[in-house]
Each structure stands twice: as C-alpha cells, then as structure tokens.
C-alpha cells in the first residue's frame, strides 16, 4: 500500500493528498506533527535527510520527496486522468504557474520560515504577518494576471480539468484565508479555486477533512 506522511496544514502534502485523489489511487496516511516536531526525529530523518513533508512511500517501498516531484510521479506511473497537458508548450506553462506557487510563494511563508521570523529573529507577530500577506500579494498579482482566457484558462488553470497547477493553488489559497489576506483583487483565482473545491477530490483532501486535524 502506498503511504503518506504528511500534516494536515501542509501545502506540499495538500497538493500530493489532490493527486492521489484525483488519480483514484488508494493509499494510507502516517500523520507527522509539524508543531510537535515530529519530522526533526531520527525515524523520520531515515526518510526525509531534510525533515520535511511530505513523503510518499511506494508500493515497493522507495520514499519520495519534494511535493512537485511526487506529483510528477504519480503522474507518469498513473498517466490517466492527466495532470499536464498534451502539448509541449501547454505543459510548460502549466508547470511555470505550478512553481509560481510552490517554489516562490510558499517556501517564504511555510512554518519553518515563520517560527524563524519570530522565534530567531525577534520578529512580532504583527510583523510576521505583514511579511506574509506581501509575499502572497505579489505571487497572487503575477499569477492572476496569468491566468487569463488568451493564456488557456478555462475552469480551471488550464483548460476544464484540474492540472498540476490546480493541485497548488488551491492550498495556497487555504492558507492566505487562514491569514485573513484580502483576495478581493483577484477574481480569476477565487473563481477556480471555488471550481475546484466543488470536486470531490479537493473536497476530500482539504485540511479539515484530514485524520490529524483534531
């Protein structure tokens, strides 16, 4: 059985958690407990050298690492329903809007980078999350001026499926709420993310629903 480690307020294991869902796969979950520490101990360290979620174990037992490297995975093991494009230039922009979020947007504002802000660098709360919502202004301003129809959005960020592009936004989005920043100026992104969240597949994955949420 496929197994993921994740938390349930991740990002990374968020987006991994719509993929496997989306793809139909059944797999168990093993909750690590960011807050608690539980990804800096020795048995998790044997999986992740960085400490880090999510990881997804294989079937055949192999840890994975690194959200868009599991999705991409999980894409080429498990082709059908597709997370990319056909078309070459469609895939890579599909995988531009995807690192948008993931590899510029979250890494400045995940936990670790929070409790490091206020725990190491005397940074006060109200400071914190200044720093937050302007990381999340500027991605979101660039990727809604992205997301528009010319580009080849539809539904969703790509056409009228879920992409990976998708599978990012939307924790992203979960936790700009959760930080009570003001979505008002970008309707293209609160219009997919409520397409999204209508699909049983982002529904399920959602943080709330998660087995570690209480």
């Given at each position: 059985?496929?197994?993921?480690?994740?938390?349930?307020?991740?990002?990374?294991?968020?987006?991994?958690?719509?993929?496997?869902?989306?793809?139909?796969?059944?797999?168990e979950q093993?909750?690590?407990?960011?807050?608690?520490?539980?990804?800096?101990?020795?048995a998790?360290?044997?999986?992740?050298?960085?400490?880090?979620?999510?990881?997804?174990?294989?079937?055949?037992?192999?840890?994975?690492?690194?959200?868009?490297?599991?999705?991409?995975?999980?894409?080429?093991?498990?082709?059908?329903?597709?997370?990319?494009?056909?078309?070459?230039?469609e895939?890579?922009?599909?995988?531009?809007?995807?690192?948008?979020?993931?590899?510029?947007?979250?890494?400045?504002?995940?936990?670790?980078?929070?409790?490091?802000?206020?725990?190491?660098?005397?940074?006060?709360?109200?400071?914190?999350?200044?720093?937050?919502?302007h990381?999340?202004?500027?991605?979101?301003?660039?990727?809604?001026?992205?997301?528009?129809?010319?580009?080849?959005?539809?539904?969703?960020?790509?056409?009228?499926?879920?992409?990976?592009?998708?599978?990012?936004?939307?924790?992203?989005?979960?936790?700009?709420e959760?930080?009570?920043?003001?979505?008002?100026?970008?309707?293209?992104?609160?219009?997919?993310?409520?397409?999204?969240?209508?699909?049983?597949?982002?529904?399920?994955?959602?943080?709330?629903?998660q087995?570690?949420?209480?």
């Amino acid at each position: 059985m496929t197994t993921l480690h994740g938390y349930f307020r991740s990002s990374a294991a968020y987006r991994v958690r719509i993929a496997l869902n989306l793809k139909g796969l059944a797999h168990e979950q093993a909750p690590v407990n960011l807050v608690k520490g539980e990804n800096r101990g020795d048995a998790y360290r044997t999986l992740n050298p960085q400490g880090l979620v999510p990881v997804l174990e294989t079937e055949e037992g192999v840890p994975l690492t690194q959200s868009l490297a599991i999705c991409e995975y999980l894409e080429e093991r498990y082709p059908t329903p597709a997370l990319l494009p056909d078309n070459l230039e469609e895939r890579a922009r599909v995988r531009a809007l995807a690192q948008l979020v993931a590899c510029e947007m979250h890494p400045l504002n995940n936990l670790r980078v929070l409790k490091y802000l206020v725990g190491e660098l005397g940074v006060s709360e109200q400071d914190k999350l200044t720093w937050y919502r302007h990381w999340v202004i500027e991605g979101f301003d660039a990727l809604e001026s992205m997301l528009t129809p010319a580009a080849g959005t539809g539904d969703f960020c790509h056409g009228d499926t879920p992409t990976l592009a998708d599978l990012c936004l939307v924790p992203q989005v979960f936790n700009a709420e959760r930080f009570e920043c003001d979505l008002a100026a970008y309707p293209t992104i609160q219009r997919i993310t409520a397409n999204c969240r209508a699909l049983e597949a982002f529904r399920l994955a959602a943080p709330g629903e998660q087995p570690d949420a209480n």
